[in-house]
């Protein structure tokens, strides 16, 4: 079992539709991260935050929104998507404030498909 | 920025044997870990090597950090180990740059 917790598992929604994808992670790491992987590609990463703070956007839409409400929690909601943003959405956590200082766990992510 | 190579990109194996999966990078790097990302998505850390030789039951990785590579070493291959293995290096400027993946099938 993964100690970074994903959900929902699947999800599927209109690109009107508002969701939300949530992450948790009790360990008492500092750093949680929102990556995106296409079939057949490595993950991408998306966003960082360390300490509760946001310190890497790379470059993502503004159709995704990522909020961090404490050390444990991370969510990224998604508004007005594209049918090319269905992915894997995963999420990972590590234990130091910053990429690479320590190693990544990642949940089981969410199958997002966009219709 | 740095390159990430793996090979092979595909390996298909009997159970039972064993394998070597490699990762070149093209410049010097602060560490490298290794995952296993099984069919269904799930994203495993093996190891978290930037040098030297690590053992975790039948998987063992060594890093050869002054020549830009590392070796991942798979015993006694079972079906639960098919799935993706990347690998992935963290530059002096602490981005992560993943490598593309070898597949792993694993038959009975």
């Known amino acids: 079992d993964t100690e970074v917790t994903q959900t929902p598992k699947h999800l599927v929604m209109g690109m009107t539709n508002k969701k939300s994808l949530k992450c948790e992670q009790h360990?008492?790491?500092?750093?949680m991260y929102w990556y995106k992987q296409k079939a057949k590609k490595p993950p991408e990463l998306m966003f960082v935050?360390?300490?509760?703070?946001?310190?890497i956007n790379e470059s993502v839409p503004s159709r995704f929104s990522p909020e961090c409400p404490n050390s444990s929690l991370l969510n990224l909601h998604l508004h007005a998507l594209q049918p090319e943003d269905s992915a894997l959405y995963l999420c990972?956590?590590?234990?130091?404030?910053?990429?690479?200082?320590?190693?990544?766990?990642f949940g089981n992510g969410t199958r997002l498909t966009v219709t | 920025g740095i390159q990430v190579e793996q090979s092979p990109p595909d390996l298909i194996l009997q159970e039972g044997a064993n394998s070597t999966l490699r990762c070149n990078f093209s410049?010097?790097?602060?560490?490298l870990q290794w995952f296993h990302q099984n069919p269904w998505g799930q994203l495993i850390n093996l190891f978290y090597?930037?040098?030297?030789?690590k053992q975790n039951g039948r998987l063992s990785a060594t890093t050869v950090a002054t020549e830009r590579y590392s070796l991942l070493y798979i015993s006694s291959s079972q079906t639960t180990d098919s799935g993706v293995y990347f690998c992935?290096?963290?530059?002096?400027?602490?981005?992560?740059?993943w490598g593309a993946g070898t597949k792993l099938i694993i038959k009975p």
């Open positions: 090597i930037p040098s030297g030789t």
């Open positions: 935050y360390s300490y509760e703070k946001l310190s």
């Open positions: 990972a956590s590590s234990r130091a404030g910053g990429l690479g200082n320590s190693p990544l766990h």
């Open positions: 360990m008492g790491h500092r750093a």
């Open positions: 410049d010097s790097v602060n560490n």
């Open positions: 992935a290096v963290v530059g002096l400027d602490y981005q992560l740059i």
